[in-house]
C-alpha cells in the first residue's frame, strides 16, 4: 500500500496530492521538512547549504 502525502504548488498555492498541479501545471513539493534524526549522515551539509543561500 503506497501512502500519499499532500503536496503543495509554490506557483499558485494549491494543494494536492498529485506531483503536479492541478490548477496551474507546475511541479508540487512536499510543504513539510524531513524528520530529524540523530544519525543524519547529511544534515551538516543541508544545513550548510540553508546558511549559504539565505545569506
Known sequence: MTRSLLR???SCGSYT???GCPQCGGATLMPVPAK???GDRYGEYRRKLKRDSSG
Open 8 to 10: 503543495k504548488c509554490p
Open 17 to 19: 496530492l498529485k506531483d
Open 36 to 38: 530529524y534524526s540523530p
